[in-house]
Nanobody
Framework: EVQLVESGGGLVQPGGSLRLSCAASGFTFDDYVIGWFRQAPGKEREGVSKTSSIDGSTAYADSVKGRFTISSDNAKNTVYLQMNSLKPDDTAVYYC??????????????WGQGTQVTVSS
């Protein structure tokens, strides 16, 4: 059974930083993409960032470019999202998701339970 477990959320002041972790387990395929999504109250879920296990390529939503960095430790099957210069608009539940294949056609199949990020003074 594939499991994704997020951690690292919390309350932070505007301009602050957080690092989210996504620990994946229970799968055997080598070609996969792990992505971060977020959903704020009253808004649709949106993609934030993603990374490929095949070549380490990454992609970011325009709203987080230059502030967020995705990285991975393949030995630990863990993906991180370093979030800097946080804004109140970044407040949301953050989810990680996993799917087979390539970065450009990422279709998440497995989802974590989510972790709350709140940016407020």
């Amino acid at each position: 059974e594939v499991q994704l477990v997020e951690s690292g959320g919390g309350l932070v002041q505007p301009g602050g930083s957080l690092r989210l972790s996504c620990a994946a387990s229970g799968f055997t395929f080598d070609d996969y993409v792990i992505g971060w999504f977020r959903q704020a109250p009253g808004k649709e879920r949106e993609g934030v960032s993603k990374t490929s296990s095949i070549d380490g390529s990454t992609a970011y939503a325009d709203s987080v470019k230059g502030r967020f960095t995705i990285s991975s430790d393949n030995a630990k099957n863990t993906v991180y999202l370093q979030m800097n210069s946080l804004k109140p608009d970044d407040t949301a539940v953050y989810y990680c998701a996993l799917g087979k294949g390539f970065l450009d056609d990422f279709a998440p199949v497995y989802w974590g339970q989510g972790t709350q990020v709140t940016v407020s003074s």
